[in-house]
T-cell receptor, first 114, second 114 residues
Framework: DAGVTQSPTHLIKTRGQQVTLRCSPK?????VSWYQQALGQGPQFIFQ???????QRGNFPDRFSGHQFPNYSSELNVNALLLGDSALYLC?????????????FGSGTRLTVV | GDSVTQMEGPVTLSEEAFLTINCTYT??????LFWYVQYPGEGLQLLLK?????DKGSNKGFEATYRKETTSFHLEKGSVQVSDSAVYFC?????????????FGKGTMLLVSP
């Protein structure tokens, strides 16, 4: 059974560009959350999608947006990239009914902004 | 808001030594508590969890007990191995807020030498 799949694995972008990261949740999961993990820090919650709607959002600017598709997969878009957006972006999925019991994380997309 | 505080690392131990990584939390509701582990270049893996006071989570020789009176969830292992070298994150999920998202500590790096 495949877990959470993220693509691409690594990405290098130039400041001011736009980027799209992709996530396929674990089979049976319907909720997708995105986290940003800066070097040496714990993951920070960006937003969560359920039933194709943004259900909750962390303290991130509007440059960060997302989408969830009918098959529960999700995209994270970041516009007008800044050097400070360089980080590991993690996707995590769960089934809403069992959210108390933890999430399954993907291996992440390493974004470098130059 | 919710927060998690972990002891600073790195924690450096010899193989077969006893491990304790301290974690305390602040939450408005009745959180579930988690320990995640991150090996170099990888995403997060759920190590163990506890969903209510006095619960003990355990996995792969690691244990942690949910202490509501001291708002703590310290991670312990009786005899560490070199393969345990990784970064450990304490996290909480507060369903009392109506949604289930994870709040992480900054992580504690564990280095085990032969």
């Amino acid at each position: 059974d495949a877990g959470v799949t993220q693509s691409p694995t690594h990405l290098i972008k130039t400041r001011g560009q736009q980027v799209t990261l992709r996530c396929s949740p674990k089979s049976g999961h319907d909720t997708v959350s995105w986290y940003q993990q800066a070097l040496g820090q714990g993951p920070q919650f960006i937003f969560q999608y359920y039933e194709e709607e943004e259900r909750q959002r962390g303290n991130f600017p509007d440059r960060f947006s997302g989408h969830q598709f009918p098959n529960y997969s999700s995209e994270l878009n970041v516009n007008a990239l800044l050097l400070g957006d360089s980080a590991l972006y993690l996707c995590a999925s769960t089934y809403t009914g069992t959210g108390l019991y933890g999430y399954t994380f993907g291996s992440g997309t390493r974004l470098t902004v130059v | 808001g919710d927060s998690v505080t972990q002891m600073e690392g790195p924690v450096t131990l010899s193989e077969e030594a006893f491990l304790t990584i301290n974690c305390t939390y602040t939450a408005t509701g009745y959180p579930s508590l988690f320990w995640y582990v991150q090996y170099p270049g990888e995403g997060l893996q759920l190590l163990l969890k506890a969903t209510k006071a006095d619960d003990k989570g355990s996995n792969k020789g690691f244990e942690a007990t949910y202490r509501k009176e001291t708002t703590s969830f310290h991670l312990e292992k009786g005899s560490v191995q070199v393969s345990d070298s990784a970064v450990y994150f304490c996290a909480l999920s507060d369903r009392g807020s109506g949604y289930s998202t994870l709040t992480f500590g900054k992580g504690t790096m564990l280095l085990v030498s032969p």
